[in-house]
């Protein structure tokens, strides 16, 4: 399997609701990051934790990390229709930059 | 913000036919870029590095025959797809690393808007 899995596959909520999706890591990691792609897009960067933080936040997103358990959670508070996109956590490989890709979460948020 | 500009955004054409995608840096020097392929539902897999002056790094079981990156300046990177085929088909995607930082990994990429690629 991949490094950076994330579960849920897909996420179907209404607006206003949270929406919580996971990921998880095999090898020990600089920093995880976040990323958001809408359908037919590039993808834009959301967030960036580094391996000492515990939690962060930007606007209604909350990103925490546990290395102990190799994984990571993004929660977006107080959904809108414009969240829909999927969503990807991705880890560095190398000192380069060079990104691994989770699986994605596909949000759907309906009004 | 850093902004990372890929065209074209579709393309249809025929098999057999060599396809060029650019990425270009708008507003900074990128000395390395990133080449994904997406397919559908799917995530995105690195194809290649790309490093500026220098020859491609690619990933294992990507022919560098068939997909060609020339990085020629600091604010352009080419992927050429050679012959394309119908199982070519798929999203390409670029991305630069974030400039002027020392620490490459501790920092986010920019991304193209990604180029359709279809081949009949």
């Known amino acids: 399997s991949q490094q950076g899995e994330e579960d849920p596959q897909a996420l179907s909520i209404q607006e206003g609701e949270n929406a919580t999706m996971n990921c998880s890591y095999k090898?020990?990691?600089?920093?995880l990051q976040w990323y958001r792609q809408n359908s037919g897009r590039g993808l834009v960067h959301l967030i960036l934790?580094?391996?000492?933080?515990r939690e962060k936040h930007s606007g209604r997103l909350r990103v925490t990390l546990d290395t102990s358990k190799k994984s990571s959670s993004l929660l977006i508070t107080a959904s809108r229709a414009a969240d829909t996109a999927s969503y990807f956590c991705?880890?560095?490989?190398?000192?380069?930059?060079?990104?691994?890709f989770g699986a994605g979460t596909q949000v759907v948020v309906t009004p | 913000g850093a902004v990372v500009s890929q065209h074209p955004s579709r393309v249809i054409c025929k098999s057999g036919t060599s396809v060029k995608i650019e990425c270009r840096s708008l507003?900074?020097?990128?000395?390395?870029m990133f080449w994904y392929r997406q397919f559908p539902k799917q995530s995105l897999m690195l194809m290649a590095t790309?490093?500026?002056?220098?020859?491609?790094?690619?990933e294992q079981g990507v022919e560098k025959d068939k997909f060609l990156i020339n990085h020629a300046s600091l604010t352009l990177s080419t992927l050429t797809v050679t012959s394309a085929h119908p199982e070519d088909s798929s999203f390409y995607i670029c991305?630069?690393?974030?400039?002027?930082?020392?620490?490459?990994?501790?920092?986010?990429?920019?991304f193209g808007d990604g180029t359709r690629l279809s081949i009949l």
């Open positions: 090898t020990s990691i600089n920093n």
């Open positions: 934790i580094r391996s000492n933080e």
């Open positions: 991705a880890t560095v490989l190398n000192s380069w930059g060079k990104l691994q």
């Open positions: 790309s490093n500026e002056g220098s020859k491609a790094t690619y």
């Open positions: 991305s630069a690393r974030d400039p002027g930082q020392v620490i490459y990994s501790n920092q986010p990429q920019h």
């Open positions: 507003d900074f020097q990128a000395t390395t």
